[in-house]
C-alpha cells in the first residue's frame, strides 16, 4: 500500500513511520510543514490529487498541556480542524478508501465515569481548560463517520490517552505533564535544587502510554479487516479507545521521575495551579477483545524516554 503519514514529524506521527517501515511492506508518502501545509485546502487538495495514497493516518494535529491550551484555544480549535476537514474531505475526494484519524482522551466529559467507555462521548460537559481541542477532535471523529455513512469509506478513530516518549515536547509549560516533569527534575538534579515545585495539588489521576506502543496500537486498528472493526463498533459510536488500562496519580508520577532522574530534594505540590480533569482512565476493553494490549510499563517507558532524552543535543531540547 501506498500510505501518507500526515504529521510524521510529531512524537506520534514518527513512531508510526518507524513501525510501517519496519515492517517494510509499504510505500510511504511524507511531508514536513515547509512542504505541505495542512490547514491550507487547496494545498492539501493538490497533494491528494497528485500522489493519491491508498491509506492516510492522521496524526498531524497542534498539541499541547494545559497551560498551551489555555492559551491558544483559538489556535487549537482552527488549526485542528483546519487538518481534519482538509485531510479527510481530500482523502475521500482523491479516492482513499482507508484512513485512521487520531484523536485524544480530552473528548471524554470532564466528570464521565470511570473508567471512560466509548460510549460516554457526548455524554456530558468537557474540562473547560482543553474544550476547543477536545471540540475539534470530536469533530474528527463524526467527519470519519460521517464520509463511512455516506459514501461507505473505511476511515477510523482511534483516542489515545496521555502518550510520551521520544521526540516529545519537553518545554516545561507548554509541554504535556510527563515530559514537562522529566525536563524539570533533570535540571533540578543538575544544578543541585533542594526543591522542584509541580503544579497543582498532585492527586488527579491520569494514565500512560508509551508512544512506540500507541504506534503498534494504530497500525493493528488500520489492519483489522473491516467485518472485524465494525463487529466491534457502531457507525456513529465508531471509535476506540488506546490505553495501558492503568493509572496513577500525579503525585505518584512525580515521584517516579523523580527517582529515574536522580533528583533527592522535596517534591512541593502548588494547589494554587489548575488540575484539570480529576482523573482520566481509558476502558480499553473493546481494544482487548480485538486482540491488542500495551506491552510498556510506565517505570520502564520513564526510564527508555530518559535515556532518549539525555542522548539529545541540550541546546535543542532547551529551544523547544
Avoid at 473528548?107 to 481541542?133: S, V
Avoid at 482523573?279 to 506491552?295: E, Q
Wanted: charge should be negative.
Amino acid at each position: 500500500m501506498r500510505i501518507f503519514v500526515a504529521g510524521h514529524k510529531g512524537m506520534v506521527g514518527g513512531a508510526i513511520l518507524r513501525r510501517l517501515k519496519a515492517r517494510d511492506t509499504d510505500e510511504l508518502i511524507t511531508r514536513n510543514s515547509a512542504e505541505l501545509d495542512l490547514t491550507n485546502q487547496a494545498a492539501v487538495r493538490d497533494f491528494m490529487q497528485a500522489e493519491k495514497p491508498d491509506a492516510v493516518i492522521l496524526a498531524a494535529a497542534r498539541v499541547g498541556g494545559i497551560v498551551a491550551n489555555n492559551s491558544y484555544p483559538a489556535q487549537f480549535i482552527y488549526e485542528n480542524l483546519m487538518i481534519e476537514c482538509n485531510v479527510i474531505h481530500q482523502s475521500h475526494a482523491a479516492g482513499v478508501q482507508t484512513l485512521l484519524q487520531l484523536g485524544s482522551s480530552c473528548i471524554y466529559p470532564k466528570m464521565a465515569e470511570q473508567p471512560m467507555a466509548e460510549a460516554a462521548l457526548l455524554t456530558g460537559t468537557l474540562e473547560p481548560t482543553n474544550e476547543p481541542y477536545a471540540i475539534a477532535k470530536i469533530a474528527g471523529i463524526k467527519l470519519c463517520e460521517s464520509y463511512n455513512r455516506q459514501y461507505g469509506r473505511d476511515y477510523r478513530s482511534v483516542m489515545p490517552t496521555n502518550l510520551y516518549g521520544p521526540g516529545d515536547n519537553f518545554h516545561p509549560e507548554n509541554s504535556h505533564v510527563l515530559p514537562a516533569l522529566i525536563r524539570r527534575f533533570h535540571e533540578a538534579t543538575e544544578n543541585g535544587a533542594d526543591e522542584v515545585v509541580v503544579w497543582g495539588s498532585g492527586k488527579p489521576m491520569r494514565e500512560f502510554l508509551h508512544v512506540d506502543d500507541m504506534a503498534e496500537a494504530s497500525i493493528f486498528v488500520m489492519d483489522l479487516p473491516k467485518e472485524t472493526y465494525d463487529a466491534e463498533t457502531e457507525p456513529m459510536l465508531s471509535h476506540i479507545n488506546v490505553g495501558s488500562g492503568v493509572d496513577v496519580t500525579i503525585r505518584e508520577l512525580a515521584e517516579t521521575v523523580a527517582a529515574v532522574t536522580g533528583f533527592k530534594g522535596q517534591i512541593t505540590f502548588d494547589a494554587t495551579k489548575p488540575d484539570g480533569t480529576p482523573r482520566k482512565l481509558m476502558d480499553v476493553s473493546r481494544l482487548k477483545r480485538l486482540g491488542w494490549g500495551a506491552r510498556t510499563g510506565l517505570r520502564d517507558g520513564i526510564e527508555s524516554t530518559y535515556r532518549w532524552y539525555l542522548d539529545q543535543p541540550q541546546e535543542a531540547i532547551r529551544a523547544k
